[in-house]
Nanobody, 123 residues
Framework: EVQLVESGGGLVQAGGSLRLSCAAS????????IGWFRQAPGKEREGVSC????????DYANSVKGRFTVSRNNAASTVYLQMNSLKPEDTAVYYCAAASSFCSGHVWPYDYWGQGAQVTVSS
C-alpha cells in the first residue's frame, strides 16, 4: 500500500519556524521526485517546493525562496520541508506528493499524495 504521511504541522507565530516531514512507503521512493504543495481555504493548490530523486535538484516558489528549504533522506524514505520566517500568508494545509517523473510545481505529474498537515501562522 502506498502511503505518504505528513507530520510536523501546527500553530506558530509570525517569524517562527516549523519543519514538516513526509514519510513514504509502498513505492520506489528513491526513484521519485517529491513535491510540497499547499492549499489555503478558497484557493487553488499551489506548488511550494520540489526535490529530485537524488536530491541534486531543488526548486521553490518565489513566495518561499530564501525561507523554506527542502531536503530528503532516501535511506529513511523521508522528505523534509524546513520553514523559517513564517508569515500569516503561509497558513494552509501542506501536502507532499510523489512523482515517478520529474520535479514540478504542477499537480499533474504527481501519482501519490499525502493527507495533508495544517500549518497556521498567527500575526
Amino acid at each position: 500500500e502506498v502511503q505518504l504521511v505528513e507530520s510536523g504541522g501546527g500553530l506558530v507565530q509570525a517569524g517562527g519556524s516549523l519543519r514538516l516531514s513526509c514519510a513514504a512507503s509502498g513505492f520506489s521512493f528513491a526513484d521519485s521526485a517529491i513535491g510540497w504543495f499547499r492549499q489555503a481555504p478558497g484557493k487553488e493548490r499551489e506548488g511550494v517546493s520540489c526535490i529530485s530523486s537524488t536530491g541534486g535538484v531543488t526548486d521553490y516558489a518565489n513566495s518561499v525562496k530564501g525561507r523554506f528549504t527542502v531536503s530528503r533522506n532516501n535511506a529513511a524514505s523521508t522528505v523534509y520541508l524546513q520553514m523559517n520566517s513564517l508569515k500569516p500568508e503561509d497558513t494552509a494545509v501542506y501536502y507532499c506528493a510523489a512523482a515517478s517523473s520529474f520535479c514540478s510545481g504542477h499537480v499533474w505529474p504527481y501519482d501519490y499524495w499525502g493527507q495533508g498537515a495544517q500549518v497556521t501562522v498567527s500575526s
